[in-house]
C-alpha cells in the first residue's frame, strides 16, 4: 500500500528503496522531497540500484530519455516521474 507521511510527497515504499543508498543521511533525519540525493551520499552505482528498485517495485519501465541527472536530484523529481510513468501505463493497460 502507497502511504505519503505528512512531511513527505512520497510513499514509504520509495522512501524504504532510498534510505540504505544515502550513507550520509543521518538514520533519524526525514527524507524531505526536496532533499540533494547526491549531498546525501546517492552515487553512480546507487543510482543504478535506485533506478531497478524503482522499475521493479513500481511496475514501471523508465525510458532511456528520462534518464537524466535531474531525475535522481530530489525524491520529489523521481516521484512525479514514477507517478507519469505509472498513470501512462495504467491508461494503455485500459485500451
Known sequence: MTHSSPDTAHP???EELLRPLLPLLPPTEPIRPDLDLQAAGLDSL???ELLTGVEDHFGIEVPEEM???EL???PSALW???RT???HADGRSRS
Request: proline residues 0%; without cysteine.
Open 85 to 87: 510513468l505509472r498513470s
Open 72 to 74: 535522481f536530484s530530489t
Open 80 to 82: 512525479d516521474a514514477v
Open 12 to 14: 514509504e515504499e520509495l
Open 67 to 69: 534518464l537524466t541527472f
Open 46 to 48: 546507487g543510482t543504478v
